[in-house]
C-alpha cells in the first residue's frame, strides 16, 4: 500500500474516531436520565434499565454482521450504514412510547456495533504493526472521551432542566452527518484476493468467521475482553449512578462524576497500556497488571473507603481497565492478516455477549434489590461480583498464547 493511500486511511480513521466517539455518548448517557426516561416511556426504573440493556443484545451480535461486511464489502459502505443506522436510533427515542424507545436502542446497538470494528480496520491500513495496538488505545480513548462526556456533560445538563429530547435530536442530526462525511472520505476499496488454508479462494461470507470461530485463542481473547469491559458497561455505564445515590447516599451530581470517572480512566488507560504492551513487546503481562490494578481499585472502594475518595477508585478502575482492549491485538496477531475485519467483529461478539449474559444476572441479583437492604452491604456484595469476574479474567489469560513481537523476532531467530 503506497504511502499516500495509508495517509488517507488514517484520515478515514480520524473521521471514524467521532463516529466512535458518538457511539460512546449514546451509550452512557440513559444512566444519567434514567428517572427523565421513565417519564418519557412511561414505564418503571427496573424496565426502563432492562430497556437500556438491549443495546447489548444488537450490539454483540451484529458485530459479526460489522466483521463480515468490513472484509467482504470493505469500510466505506459498512461504515456509512452502521452510522446512519445509530442516528436513526436516535431520533426514535423522540417519540414517547416502549416500543419506540426498544426500537431506538436496538437500533443504537446494531449501529454502534460497526463503530469500533471499521475503526480497528481502517487502523489496520494506515498504521504499522508496531504501532497498532497504540492506535487501538487511541482508538477507545477517544471513545471512553465520549463515555465521559455522556455522564460528565449530559449529567450537569440533565440536572439543570435541558430537555432530553434535545439531547437525543441533536444527537441523532450529528451522527447522520458524520455518516455521509465517511461516505466521502474513505477511500474506495478494490476486491483483494482472500487466500485460504488450501491456497483458493476463500469466497464463502462465513469462512473468515470458521477461522476465526476454530481458533480456541479467539474465544479466550473474547472471554478476557468480556469479564473486564463488564464492569464499566453494567456497572460504570448503566448502574453505577443509582448505586452511589442509594446505597452510598451520595447526591445526584456526586454520584454522576463520580461513576463518569471510569470513563475518564479509560481515556488515559487504553492508550497508555496499548504504549506499554508495544514498548515491552508483551501483551500478557500488561493484561494482567490491569486486571490486578482493576480488583486493588474495588477492595480499596469496599474496604478502605475512607483513603481516598470514590472519584478517585472509579479513576483507577477506569485507568486499570484499558487492559481490556490488549486482547483486540492478541485476535488480530492470532489469527490471519485477511480476517482483520471478521476478527476485530468476532472478539466484539463474543465480549458483549459475555456483557449480555452478565447484564441480567447482575440486575437479578443486586439491581431489584437496590434501595431495599442495608446500603453498604448491599455496595459490597455487589462490588464482590465484579472482583470475582476481574479473577476469573486473569486465571483465563493463564492459557492465552503470547502474541507480543518480542515472542515473534524470538520465533524468527530460532
Given at each position: ?7 488517507l ?105 460497526f ?15 508496531k ?15 465520549g ?19 434535545s ?75 443509582a ?53 486493588l481499585s ?99 489469560s ?15 531467530q530460532?
Amino acid at each position: 500500500m503506497t504511502g499516500s493511500l495509508k495517509r488517507l486511511y488514517v484520515i478515514a480513521w480520524i473521521f471514524g474516531l467521532v463516529f466512535y466517539f458518538l457511539d460512546y455518548i449514546i451509550r452512557s448517557a440513559p444512566a444519567v436520565m434514567i428517572s427523565e426516561l421513565v417519564n418519557n416511556f412511561n414505564t418503571t426504573e427496573l424496565k426502563l434499565i432492562s430497556m437500556v440493556g438491549t443495546y447489548y443484545y444488537t450490539y454483540s451480535t451484529c458485530s459479526l454482521i460489522a466483521g463480515i461486511a468490513l472484509d467482504k464489502f470493505g469500510s466505506k459502505n459498512s461504515l456509512f450504514i452502521g452510522t446512519l443506522i445509530l442516528g436513526i436510533g436516535c431520533l426514535l427515542f423522540l417519540i414517547s412510547s416502549q416500543f419506540a424507545g426498544i426500537a431506538g436502542r436496538l437500533l443504537q446497538g446494531a449501529g454502534c456495533a460497526f463503530a469500533f470494528p471499521g475503526c480497528v480496520y481502517l487502523a489496520s491500513k494506515g498504521f504499522s504493526s508496531k504501532s497498532l495496538a497504540t492506535a487501538i488505545g487511541v482508538t477507545q480513548c477517544i471513545g471512553m472521551l465520549g463515555g465521559t462526556a455522556g455522564q460528565f456533560i449530559v449529567g450537569p445538563w440533565v440536572e439543570q432542566g435541558v430537555n432530553i429530547d434535545s439531547f437525543w435530536l441533536w444527537s441523532g442530526v450529528a451522527t447522520v452527518v458524520t455518516a455521509f462525511c465517511l461516505f466521502f472520505v474513505i477511500p474506495k476499496e478494490g476486491k483483494t484476493k482472500e487466500p485460504s488454508a488450501n491456497g483458493l479462494k476463500a469466497v464463502g461470507y462465513l469462512e473468515p468467521y470458521k477461522i476465526v470461530f476454530k481458533n480456541p485463542q479467539s474465544w479466550l481473547c473474547g472471554i478476557i475482553s468480556g469479564l473486564l469491559f463488564a464492569p464499566t458497561t453494567i456497572f460504570a455505564m448503566t448502574w453505577a449512578v443509582a448505586f452511589f445515590e442509594k446505597d452510598k447516599q451520595f447526591a445526584f451530581h456526586d454520584a454522576a462524576v463520580t461513576s463518569a470517572m471510569v470513563a475518564f480512566g479509560w481515556v488515559f488507560g487504553c492508550p497508555l497500556l496499548g504504549f506499554i504492551t508495544d514498548k515491552i513487546g508483551r501483551r500478557k503481562p500488561v493484561l494482567t497488571g490491569g486486571a490486578v490494578l482493576m480488583i486493588l481499585s474495588l477492595l480499596q472502594l469496599v474496604f478502605l473507603p475512607e483513603l481516598y475518595s470514590a472519584k478517585i477508585s472509579m479513576f483507577i478502575l477506569g485507568l486499570g481497565s484499558g487492559a481490556a482492549m490488549i486482547p483486540y491485538s492478541v485476535i488480530k496477531e492470532a489469527n490471519p492478516d485477511f480476517v482483520k475485519g471478521s476478527a476485530t467483529g468476532a472478539i466484539n461478539f463474543i465480549t458483549f455477549g459475555v456483557t449480555t449474559l452478565l447484564s441480567p444476572v447482575f440486575s437479578r441479583w443486586f439491581g431489584k434489590s437496590l434501595g431495599t437492604l442495608p446500603g453498604p452491604e448491599h455496595f459490597q456484595n455487589s462490588v464482590l461480583f465484579w472482583i470475582g469476574g476481574i479473577s476469573l479474567a486473569i486465571l483465563i489469560s493463564l492459557m492465552l498464547k503470547e502474541t507480543g513481537s518480542r515472542i515473534s523476532k524470538i520465533s524468527l531467530q530460532s
